[in-house]
């Protein structure tokens, strides 16, 4: 699976983070088993409104699962999960760092 990125050239004057969204890709859409370990990322897809963003980290990968941190106002929770489910819920929004 491959996933090509479209920049967001109105963003991209107001910020130097520039927003992308996820596009293309096939297979079981699973975006983020390509991501490295260490990798820092936005998703949307939490609330109903489409507008809230969520912060994640991934922290180690096994042979399925991927376990990630989540960054928010209650702190920090680590906890495994199941990649494709995972990117069924929830959309890549940005990356922060990889």
Known sequence: MTIEFQNKPEEEEKTNIVPFTAIGGGGDGDWLTQLPVG??????????????????????????????????LEGEQSYWV?????????NLYEILES
């Open 82 to 90: 199941n990649p494709p489910g995972f990117c069924k819920q929830y």
């Open 39 to 72: 990798c820092r990322f936005l998703v949307i897809g939490e609330d109903k409104n489409g507008i809230g963003l969520v912060e994640y980290w991934i922290h180690e990968k096994g042979k399925r699962g991927v376990r990630i941190l989540r960054v928010g």
